[in-house]
Nanobody, 127 residues
Framework: QLQLVESGGGLVQPGGSLRLSCAASGFTLDDYAIGWFRQAPGKEREGVSYISSSGDSTNYADSVKGRFTISRDNAKNTVYLQMNSLKPEDTGVYYC????????????????????WGQGTQVTVSS
């Protein structure tokens, strides 16, 4: 069974840090670009960060640039999202997703290009 599982979410104070993990089972992530998306209550899902299958290319939403870092360890079949200087507006359910198309296609088509999705992990930034 092909599956993505996110972990690492939780409650953190503003200015704090969390590291999210996205682990794959049933398939290898080497051939997939990975995206992190989030959805806050009452808001549409938005893309947060993306990484190519090789890890050579990354992309970030303007709202998280300089604070979040995406990385991958293909040997561990896992992608990470390091989140620093967290703000209340970062609160939401964070999802990872895998795109099996070319990097530029994944970037151009957005969420519709992503074949597999995890169940999400809750991140709450509050004092």
């Amino acid at each position: 069974q092909l599956q993505l599982v996110e972990s690492g979410g939780g409650l953190v104070q503003p200015g704090g840090s969390l590291r999210l993990s996205c682990a794959a089972s049933g398939f290898t992530l080497d051939d997939y670009a990975i995206g992190w998306f989030r959805q806050a209550p009452g808001k549409e899902r938005e893309g947060v960060s993306y990484i190519s299958s090789s890890g050579d290319s990354t992309n970030y939403a303007d709202s998280v640039k300089g604070r979040f870092t995406i990385s991958r360890d293909n040997a561990k079949n896992t992608v990470y999202l390091q989140m620093n200087s967290l703000k209340p507006e970062d609160t939401g359910v964070y999802y990872c997703a895998a795109c099996g198309s070319l990097w530029l296609t994944c970037r151009r088509l957005g969420p519709n290009a992503y074949n597999y999705w995890g169940q999400g992990t809750q991140v709450t930034v509050s004092s």
